[in-house]
């Protein structure tokens, strides 16, 4: 497959990022958690996602990356719920889309 082939939303199959943009943070470009609910997630990082809306007041409140704040990450053409934008002020941002929302 293409480094740069896109990852598309699975919903829609509206482009959201590609390959060429996956990036590691703290050492992995994928990660496994669970949000407060013990919903676990899978996410994948990227330093673009320009098929994303970014939705809601960042905040740092049960983020999973120290140092961040985190916003919703929707597809920009359905709305689905794809994942978190995470923004720091000493490091660049990144988005962590969730592993089974890409095609």
Not at 30 to 45: D, K, L, Q, W
Request: neutral net charge; charged residues 20%; proline residues 7%.
């Amino acid at each position: 497959m293409e480094k740069d082939a896109p990852l598309l939303c699975a919903h829609c199959s509206a482009p959201v990022t590609s390959r060429d943009q996956a990036i590691e943070i703290n050492g992995r470009h994928e990660h496994a958690f669970f949000n407060p609910a013990g919903i676990a997630y899978e996410i994948r990082c990227f330093r673009r996602a320009p098929g994303c809306l970014i939705q809601g007041d960042p905040t740092d409140e049960f983020t999973w990356f120290a140092g961040y704040r985190w916003q919703f990450s929707l597809c920009s053409t359905c709305l689905t719920h794809l994942g978190w934008f995470f923004s720091s002020l000493e490091r660049p941002p990144f988005y962590g889309l969730i592993s089974n929302r890409l095609i």
